[in-house]
């Protein structure tokens, strides 16, 4: 595996950064342009293994601390998409691409349209997932009383409230290693109030912005996915979304909900590879991981990865 760089860059006076792991050698099979990877408000630069496994291979592999991020300078308050869509440009010319691969999930998922929105012809391919298109009154009173226990004092509250908000708890439901995910989301959301500080901020953010999906996309190709039981959004709203991407997918994947990145996360890693290494899709999958393991490593917010915590 070849060293990775991190690399500190600055945008509106904010500082942050990130980190690329160049191309494994020797390279197996054609390669594709650099990846870039944007995660949700606490996914930061360190938080995914899985993809340096799967696109290793065939890409660079980019991840970042945005501003808001990790060990990156808060955001001011009010709309900062502007500031973020330039620290993803600034990522892309200080690695010297003229195009890149581009992933976003979740809040990540809002940056990745605006930067494909307003720069398309920087992006490649465009793969989008567990997409806030639509968050309905309901969910919103969920985490503001998510919020109220922070406001209080009460971490411990607020993580659980936060975290079982962003999941589907329906036993009707089936979702791959759920109690696991429960319980990874709960620890990365009290670490990240403990360990980073401005975690709150970036979590009331990420929360409570209304991000700006409409106004389509063409010119790049696009995937979007679901998780099957995803309450933040639902797969028929995502699905909608899609269709404002010109000649896009959508897929959904089985048995998860919105944190389908830890709940099959090989299977994400892998469909991610196969698109932006134009292979079908919808190809056949990995086997799926052991049902008592998350990801190998998992993110621990503002600092490096830390080894899969025990269950």
Do not use: C, N
């Given at each position: 595996m070849p060293e990775e760089i991190i690399r500190s860059l600055?945008?509106?006076?904010?500082?942050y950064g990130y980190r690329i792991l160049p191309r494994a050698e020797p390279a197996h099979g054609p390669g594709t342009e650099p990846v870039l990877v944007l995660g949700g408000a606490l996914q930061g630069m360190f938080g995914w293994p899985q993809m340096d496994d799967h696109l290793g291979p065939v890409a660079d592999v980019v991840t970042a601390d945005l501003p808001g991020m990790g060990t990156a300078d808060p955001l001011p308050p009010g709309d900062c998409?502007?500031?973020?869509?330039?620290?993803?440009?600034?990522?892309?010319?200080?690695?010297?691409?003229?195009r890149v691969n581009l992933f976003g999930f979740s809040y990540g998922a809002a940056i990745a349209f605006g930067c494909a929105r307003h720069d398309p012809g920087r992006i490649a391919r465009l793969v989008l997932g567990g997409v806030p298109a639509h968050i309905g009154a309901a969910q919103r009173s969920y985490w503001h009383r998510a919020t109220e226990r922070l406001a209080e004092g009460d971490a411990e509250g607020f993580a659980e409230l936060a975290a079982d908000g962003l999941m589907c708890l329906d036993p009707d439901r089936p979702v791959h290693r759920r109690e696991l995910a429960r319980r990874y989301v709960r620890r990365s959301f009290l670490h990240a109030l403990s360990h980073s500080p401005h975690a709150a901020d970036s979590l009331h953010r990420a929360l409570g912005d209304r991000p700006d999906f409409s106004g389509g996309l063409s010119g790049v190709p696009a995937l979007v996915f679901a998780g099957e039981h995803d309450t933040v959004t639902s797969p028929r709203r995502q699905r909608e979304f899609a269709a404002?991407?010109?000649?896009?997918?959508?897929?959904?994947?089985?048995?998860?909900?919105?944190?389908?990145?830890?709940?099959?996360?090989?299977?994400?890693?892998?469909?991610?590879?196969?698109?932006?290494?134009?292979?079908?899709?919808?190809?056949?999958?990995?086997?799926?991981?052991?049902?008592?393991?998350?990801p190998r490593q998992a993110t621990v917010p503002g600092g490096k990865a830390a080894t899969r915590a025990d269950a």
């Open positions: 600055s945008v509106h006076g904010l500082r998409a502007g500031i973020l869509r330039a620290a993803v440009t600034g990522i892309i010319d200080d690695i010297g691409a003229p404002t991407i010109e000649g896009s997918r959508f897929l959904t994947l089985p048995e998860s909900d919105h944190w389908v990145v830890l709940e099959r996360s090989d299977e994400v890693a892998a469909l991610v590879t196969r698109f932006f290494t134009d292979e079908p899709a919808d190809g056949p999958p990995d086997p799926p991981p052991a049902a008592h393991a998350l």
